[in-house]
């Protein structure tokens, strides 16, 4: 098995993982944790792209890691912004979770 | 397609730098000027809104405009083609009556500062800006980020009030949005992976029919379906669209659930033309008849007002997904020009308008009664006469009665699938058209009736206010008017017509 080969596959089960999470559990800390599980997976797989794309002579494609990049920004971005509100609910009701309706 | 940027290139540029702009210059000066720098961007977005479509009109081409000068597949390219000048044009439209109608409701503070107008605004510039962003993008990571800054605009408008339900509200859209584009940016790196370009162009010259692109695309769609709420992810769109003030609720189901169905045409219809797959698109018909079915039935069954039309946003979006099924046949060449695809994209256009419409009147009425039981509206049609007639305008264009955009819309999908022999898509548009027209006369009868005892209003409502949400409503019923030639905007710049010159 190849190098690439074996951090594809870790970069697919993280998804994975994190998709299970992401449906199964019904508390939003959690949901917010296995979203972040999902983009490390989605980031791995990008790496990969960037090692399997490597033209002759270079170590690996630049643009993947230029989007791995932004997108880290992007999901680091999105996870505040959920936890914020998640804090903001927790400070009005007292608890974390979205209800028995959720 | 030219390989250099065009003529009126800038002007994207422009539709992206000025709301962003709007948006630091609010956050620098703060709440006290955060309405005015919106207002007077408005109409110099409207304006730029009107050029991008005058260019593309007069040269019949794409606008292009490449970042940095660096072509794709290095470079980032922004593309307007006609269906983007018409969705600029409808956001840009939208947005400017909205603006209006918000100056009564979160008016510049005058002594201390407050959060809910300075939030208000800065993100109603936000929102329009990465509209923007989503209707030029060219490149399918680009669009990701602007998806991204869309979700992160329109999250806190829900929560503007800060009411328990509303908080309740947004972190559940977040949570949906966030699975929608984490989908959507897993199917992009798997696109990558096998083309090695994320350029629309490029990409829609490259792609052949094999398990990566299927992969990738049911990925992508599947993000995108979460973001739009097609049923069965429309769970997150009722208690956030019904629980936002007015104005934002008018934003959020008139514009922000267009922008992942805007994505899903080019996906479909602009990267995989030539790999049209009629399973799959029959999917997407179903998802969106079960939509119309359940979003109508349950809407017949609400209490309040707001959640009625919020229920109804989610039937509207299943008619946008029907296209799919009416528009992809293999055997022809050119899905875009059939009537479905027009269709389709008419009724995103006309919808937005009705839709914003309802939720302002709505607002209004409110406003005026103190609440927004369905049961407690005896007498408003007689107090509000301006406000209910364009509730009721709004309501003619969803039901799909002539003349509005509604009815041209509706007609179109529905003489595409009879012409296609797809007969069990006619049944489902003429069913929703009929439970359409059920929870609007239930609405209507309620505020036309007398009241028992008189009514008293616990506020005046401004005529300007009635004004905007009446000329937006009629915007919606123009569309009906509107004859079949400007409809070729819509074709200008798909994708047969980019490669072979």
């Not at chain 2, 929608?180 to 083309?195: D, E, F, K, R, T």
């Not at chain 2, 019923?477 to 200008?492: A, K, M, N, S, T």
Request: proline letters at 6%; one cysteine or more; a positive charge.
């Amino acid at each position: 098995m190849s190098e690439a080969t074996l951090y594809g596959l870790c970069g697919a089960v993280l998804v994975g993982l994190g998709l299970f999470g992401l449906i199964v559990h019904p508390q939003p800390l959690r949901k917010i944790l296995a979203f972040n599980l999902i983009g490390g997976g989605v980031f791995l797989l990008f790496g990969v792209v960037a090692r399997r794309g490597a033209a002759a002579g270079f170590g690996g494609d630049p643009v993947p890691h230029a989007l791995i990049i932004t997108g880290i920004v992007v999901a680091f971005a999105a996870t505040a912004l959920a936890i914020a509100l998640l804090l903001r609910l927790f400070q009005e009701t007292g608890r974390a979770t979205l209800g028995s309706d959720g | 397609m030219p390989n250099s940027a065009t003529a009126g290139g800038f002007l994207l540029v422009l539709a992206i730098v000025l709301p962003v702009s709007g948006v630091l210059l609010s956050l620098v000066l703060g709440g006290r000027h955060a309405e005015r720098i919106a207002l007077i961007l408005m109409p110099a977005g409207l304006a730029v809104a009107l050029a991008i479509a005058a260019a593309v009109w007069r040269t019949h081409n794409v606008l292009q405009y490449f970042v940095g000068n660096w072509n794709p597949p290095l470079g980032v390219a922004f593309r307007a083609d006609g269906l983007s000048a018409a969705m600029m044009l409808t956001a840009a439209l939208l947005i400017c009556g909205i603006g209006l109608f918000a100056r009564g409701q979160f008016p510049s503070p005058q002594q201390a500062e407050l959060r809910a107008p300075l939030v208000f605004w800065t993100l109603l510039l936000a929102v329009w800006g990465a509209l923007n962003a989503v209707f030029i993008g060219g490149d399918l990571f680009n669009l990701y980020v602007a998806l991204e800054l869309l979700t992160f605009a329109a999250v806190p408008l829900v929560s503007l009030d800060g009411r328990v339900e509303t908080l309740a509200a947004a972190l559940r859209y977040l949570l949906f949005a966030l699975l929608g584009s984490i989908l959507y940016l897993l199917g992009a790196v798997l696109l990558y992976g096998a083309y090695g370009t994320l350029d629309i162009a490029l990409l829609s010259g490259r792609i052949n029919a094999g398990p990566i692109a299927w992969a990738a695309i049911s990925l992508m769609t599947a993000g995108l379906l979460a973001k739009a709420a097609l049923y069965p992810f429309h769970l997150w769109l009722p208690p956030a669209h019904a629980g936002a003030p007015a104005p934002a609720s008018a934003i959020l189901s008139g514009l922000v659930v267009k922008a992942p169905f805007f994505l899903a045409i080019r996906l479909w219809f602009d990267i995989m033309p030539r790999m049209p797959e009629r399973t799959a698109a029959q999917v997407l018909g179903i998802l969106g008849a079960a939509a119309i079915l359940v979003g109508s039935v349950v809407a017949l069954r609400q209490v309040r007002l707001k959640l009625l039309i919020a229920y109804s946003t989610v039937a509207q979006i299943g008619y946008l997904f029907l296209m799919f099924p009416l528009a992809i046949k293999p055997e022809m060449g050119h899905p875009w020009n059939t009537t479905a695809w027009t269709g389709g994209v008419l009724q995103a256009i006309s919808h937005a308008f009705a839709k914003a419409a309802m939720f302002m009147a709505a607002g209004l009425i409110a406003e005026a009664l103190g609440h927004d039981r369905i049961a407690g509206l005896s007498g408003i049609g007689r107090a509000l006469p301006i406000t209910v007639f364009a509730f009721a305008l709004g309501g003619v264009s969803l039901m799909g009665l002539p003349p509005s955009g509604g009815f041209v819309a509706k007609a179109m999908l529905l003489t595409a699938a009879v012409a296609e022999g797809q007969w069990w898509w006619a049944l489902v548009i003429l069913a929703g058209g009929l439970l359409a027209g059920g929870y609007v006369f239930l609405v209507l009868a309620r505020a036309l009736a007398d009241a028992s005892q008189p009514l008293t209003l616990l506020s005046p409502i401004s005529p300007s206010r009635q004004a905007v949400v009446v000329a937006l409503a009629l915007c919606a019923v123009l569309l009906g008017f509107v004859p079949l030639r400007p409809l070729e905007l819509l074709q200008i710049g798909r994708p047969d017509i980019a490669i072979g010159g």
